[in-house]
């Protein structure tokens, strides 16, 4: 937001209100972190929005070796990155072909990847549950990234559709007169100049794949392929009193989400500016 030809008063405001977000924002992970140090003993018996008396750091090695996280870490890294990656390129490839390519088929098959937007995880649990079972893909990694990749194409799809509907089409016809093929058009100008929604749906994609826990506890059973959300939710059983041990593998959970942040935040905020305006 461009605040520099507002009035004073006018920036003050802005200021202020921008501020406030950011204060809910930062506040409950600041919180988090900050009990996380303490025992449970302590956390109980002190105020709540007190730093620790003495921090302890046990609960980090404990949560760690208990909930697994080594292994569910790296899982959940498979997971989130090949899903993307699937999602991406499948997604902006369906939106070339249903917007640049002329098919009567078009409408019928664009519509039914819009109507999988509106269907929810719990409506299609038990379903796709029959169906993974069905196909002997039960407790496998490939029976966990089918469904993500499918759960995640109808959005990528619609994204894709619309951002590529704005790029001229005097560009795919002049490469077209030249000589190129399909793939290599896409390939060569339109997956290029998807960048800006592709880092979009890529941030949607991830988002929703580290965090998801219903499905892969539903489709896995061997602690060796499930991911993090499930070694956190270890903690709500009988450890759900120890809310030091609590608390540290929550924040285990999230370092990796704001680490990707971090690492990507211009592309982040670049892409989705770009992503919004385009599409």
Same mark, same amino acid.
Not at 246 to 257: E, H, T
């Given at each position: 937001?461009?605040?520099?030809?507002?009035?004073?008063? =006018?920036?003050?405001?802005?200021? #202020?209100?921008?501020?406030?977000?950011? @204060?809910?924002?930062?506040?409950?992970?600041?919180?988090?972190? !900050?009990?996380?140090?303490?025992?449970?003993?302590?956390?109980?018996? *002190?105020?709540?929005?007190?730093?620790?008396?003495?921090?302890?750091?046990?609960?980090?090695?404990?949560?760690?070796?208990?909930?697994?996280?080594? !292994?569910? %870490? /790296?899982?959940?890294?498979?997971?989130?990155?090949?899903?993307?990656?699937?999602?991406? +390129?499948?997604?902006? /490839?369906?939106?070339?072909?249903?917007?640049?390519?002329? =098919?009567? &088929?078009?409408?019928?098959?664009?519509?039914?990847?819009?109507?999988?937007?509106?269907?929810?995880?719990?409506?299609?649990?038990?379903?796709?549950?029959?169906?993974?079972? #069905?196909? $002997?893909?039960?407790?496998?990694?490939?029976?966990? %990234?089918?469904?993500?990749?499918?759960?995640?194409?109808?959005?990528?799809?619609?994204?894709?559709?619309?951002?590529?509907?704005?790029?001229? $089409?005097?560009?795919?016809?002049? &490469?077209?007169?030249?000589?190129?093929?399909?793939?290599?058009?896409?390939? =060569?100008?339109?997956?290029?100049?998807?960048?800006? +929604?592709?880092?979009?749906?890529?941030?949607?994609?991830?988002?929703?794949?580290?965090?998801?826990? /219903? %499905?892969?506890?539903?489709?896995?059973?061997?602690?060796?392929?499930?991911?993090?959300? @499930? $070694? !956190?939710?270890?903690? *709500?059983?009988? %450890?759900? *009193?120890?809310?030091?041990?609590?608390?540290?593998?929550?924040?285990?959970?999230?370092?990796?989400?704001?680490?990707?942040?971090?690492?990507?935040?211009?592309?982040?905020?670049?892409?989705? &500016? #770009?992503?919004?305006?385009?599409?």
């Amino acid at each position: 937001m461009d605040v520099r030809g507002a009035s004073p008063v =006018s920036k003050t405001l802005i200021y #202020a209100v921008a501020l406030l977000f950011a @204060v809910l924002a930062i506040y409950p992970v600041f919180w988090l972190a !900050i009990q996380s140090f303490k025992t449970t003993q302590e956390y109980l018996t *002190s105020s709540k929005l007190a730093f620790p008396k003495l921090w302890f750091t046990g609960n980090y090695p404990y949560a760690w070796n208990l909930g697994k996280f080594g !292994i569910l %870490l /790296m899982n959940s890294v498979f997971y989130s990155v090949v899903t993307v990656a699937a999602v991406v +390129v499948l997604g902006l /490839m369906a939106g070339f072909a249903f917007s640049k390519i002329p =098919s009567k &088929a078009t409408p019928i098959l664009h519509g039914l990847f819009i109507i999988g937007i509106l269907l929810t995880l719990q409506s299609i649990m038990v379903p796709l549950f029959l169906m993974v079972n #069905a196909a $002997g893909l039960y407790n496998t990694r490939l029976g966990v %990234l089918i469904p993500y990749i499918g759960l995640g194409l109808p959005m990528g799809v619609y994204l894709g559709t619309e951002f590529v509907r704005s790029i001229p $089409g005097a560009l795919i016809e002049s &490469a077209r007169l030249e000589g190129a093929a399909y793939f290599r058009i896409f390939r =060569s100008i339109i997956f290029p100049m998807c960048a800006p +929604v592709a880092v979009t749906v890529a941030i949607i994609t991830f988002t929703g794949t580290w965090n998801e826990f /219903m %499905l892969i506890n539903i489709l896995t059973s061997d602690d060796a392929i499930k991911s993090i959300p @499930v $070694g !956190i939710n270890r903690f *709500s059983g009988s %450890l759900a *009193s120890d809310y030091g041990k609590q608390f540290s593998a929550l924040v285990i959970g999230l370092v990796p989400m704001l680490m990707f942040y971090i690492m990507f935040r211009k592309q982040i905020t670049t892409g989705v &500016a #770009a992503g919004a305006v385009k599409g």
